[in-house]
């Protein structure tokens, strides 16, 4: 097996959507051409190489086998992305589902193994049936991509859905008994008003899902919505109007009784999403599927993002890696203020003091103290968190520390 023992999250990529959406950046491909069977096929069969440790260059073997001895991997929670995960046939995604299970454990789900396990869904591609299935397969976590409750700004965006068909997608979730649902939302979005995203906020909060995502728009270079802003073809807001509704997601899901977990992620209590929860904790991941991205003791790697060349590797028994990045203990310590202050726990410095030495943490101390004198972080001595203000204006933290 790849390692151990140490807990990882389990990501598996579907790089397939019904169409590109208009902002979107992602590792992702219209399905139309592919032979999603025989991706999902090389997917498992990846899976299976984890399994017996197959594939690794010997310097990644090597490196892993010293950091971990000869337990086993041990996947805590797995999550399947995209693109869009269910515009497969559901036998397809079955299979994926089920290898899943197989590298994680099964039964894992009631002995503390997988307890969490999320697929992501466009709504116009989840039906009844499918979500069945997949509540049936062992999936207990469903993440839909709403973005907009008004079928205007879902046409900007170019998604494949409408208002309605979320609707009728959330209902075939509950129905199948799925009792963790995330909601994703985008605000910031061209000719968006505030009283248009304040709409949104309470129509989501209203159906009372267990987690609900709040993404600002991001204008990505070389998208099509991109290209309409800057061109003025559609207005772009204002940075005063985005800080805004920042806040008013905070204000108005508070009421409803989430918390502020990160900078853009609220839950019910105890609704948290694990998977991403240790992302955000610099933990260890493994990830499976064209473009995925790992993190292991040691290194950073990820595989090619070519479907055509992804399926070629694996076939032939070979990891599908376009690169591996070795980490250093500074690397790590800079990746865990980095990715901890997104959370509302920010990161406990003694902690990571008695993990990497309290010399690398304490190159941070003069930063940190710049930081709080500004408001921007709140620093007791052994933990720092952003304030609200800080985690509007994260993007210059994150700068000040690196």
Same mark, same amino acid.
């Given at each position: 097996m790849i390692g151990g023992p140490f807990s990882c999250g389990l990501y598996i990529h579907i790089p397939f959507c019904l169409r590109k959406c208009s902002y979107c950046d992602f590792v992702s491909y219209p399905v139309a051409p592919f032979d999603t069977a025989r991706y999902c096929a090389a997917v498992v069969k990846e899976i299976e190489m984890a399994l017996e440790g197959d594939g690794w260059p010997e310097e990644v073997a090597s490196c892993l086998a010293g950091a971990s001895g000869s337990g086993a991997l041990t996947p805590r929670t797995a999550y399947i992305g995209g693109g869009t995960p269910t515009v497969l046939p559901i036998s397809e995604l079955e299979a994926v589902v089920t290898a899943a299970i197989d590298l994680c454990g099964r039964g894992a789900a009631g002995s503390g193994g997988i307890f969490e396990f999320t697929v992501e869904a466009n709504p116009c591609t989840l039906s009844s049936y499918k979500a069945c299935k997949l509540r049936d397969a062992g999936v207990n976590r469903i993440s839909l991509g709403l973005q907009s409750t008004s079928d205007q700004y879902l046409t900007i965006l170019g998604r494949a859905h409408s208002y309605s068909e979320f609707l009728a997608a959330y209902r075939s979730a509950v129905s199948a008994g799925f009792s963790n649902i995330s909601v994703d939302l985008i605000y910031g979005l061209p000719g968006q008003t505030r009283e248009d995203w304040r709409r949104d906020l309470q129509r989501t909060a209203d159906l009372a899902p267990q987690h609900i995502s709040c993404y600002a728009l991001t204008l990505a270079d070389g998208t099509a919505l991109a290209r309409s802003v800057h061109s003025g073809q559609l207005p772009q807001?204002? !940075? !005063?109007l985005a800080a805004d509704m920042y806040f008013d997601a905070a204000?108005? #899901?508070?009421? =409803?009784? @989430?918390?502020? @977990?990160?900078?853009?992620? @609220? =839950?019910?209590?105890?609704?948290?999403? /694990?998977?991403?929860q240790n992302y955000w904790e610099n933990g260890y991941y493994f990830g499976i599927g064209a473009a995925a991205h790992s993190h292991l003791p040691g290194m950073r790697c990820e595989n090619v993002p070519d479907v055509a060349q992804y399926i070629e590797c694996v076939e032939q028994g070979r990891r599908? #890696? =376009?690169? *591996?990045?070795? #980490?250093t203990p500074e690397r790590e310590v800079s990746d865990a203020f980095i990715l901890g202050l997104r959370t509302s726990r920010g990161v406990d410095t003694s902690a990571l003091a008695k993990t990497y030495g309290a010399g690398l943490v304490?190159? @941070? =101390?003069? /930063? #940190?103290?710049? %930081? /709080?004198?500004?408001? %921007? *972080?709140?620093? !007791?001595?052994? /933990?720092?968190r952003l304030t609200e203000g800080g985690m509007i204006l994260s993007n210059r933290v994150m700068m000040e520390l690196l």
């Open positions: 807001i204002s !940075d !005063d204000s108005i #899901l508070s009421e =409803a009784g @989430y918390s502020h @977990y990160e900078i853009s992620n @609220y =839950a019910k209590p105890g609704m948290e999403c /694990r998977h991403n599908p #890696l =376009a690169n *591996v990045e070795w #980490l304490g190159e @941070y =101390a003069e /930063r #940190l103290e710049k %930081l /709080r004198e500004t408001g %921007l *972080v709140e620093f !007791d001595g052994q /933990r720092v």
